[in-house]
């Protein structure tokens, strides 16, 4: 027979348990904030070969990226746009940052035609801070 001291200890070493629960919730609430609050990289969807620029400075903050290709091409978060739609593109980025600026990534061979109207059309959507991005030579 065993002794009550012998029988309250067994007791206890069974019901001594690490209790997870507070822990899974810390891990979580982390993993949230990082979630919030990480910065994501933003591309406009092609790689353009970008001037050179003695006097280029390097600008932090830039939410809208336009890019416009060797060809032409206009591209906005990695699709390709039409010059009659990059107004309402950048619109609607706008809206989504109303403290966003853009930034026109123009390839050194695209004309500067297509260049102005891109400027042209952010101004339009209300967009005032409007940058052209280059290498720093």
Do not use: C, H
Not at 37 to 60: H, L, Y
């Amino acid at each position: 027979m065993r002794s009550p001291l012998l029988k309250v200890i067994a007791e206890q070493e069974e019901n001594e348990e690490i209790n997870m629960t507070p822990m899974l919730d810390v891990v979580f609430i982390l993993l949230i904030f990082f979630i919030v609050t990480a910065s994501f990289v933003k591309e406009a969807g092609i790689e353009v070969n970008r001037p050179e620029a003695a006097t280029a400075v390097k600008k932090e903050r830039a939410n809208i990226l336009v890019a416009i290709s060797d060809k032409g091409e206009i591209w906005i978060n990695k699709r390709r746009v039409d010059v009659r739609a990059v107004q309402a593109n950048i619109e609607r980025l706008k809206a989504e940052n109303p403290q966003g600026t853009v930034v026109i990534q123009a390839d050194k061979k695209a004309t500067t035609d297509i260049l102005i109207k891109v400027m042209d059309s952010a101004r339009a959507a209300g967009v005032f801070d409007v940058s052209i991005a280059a290498q720093e030579a």
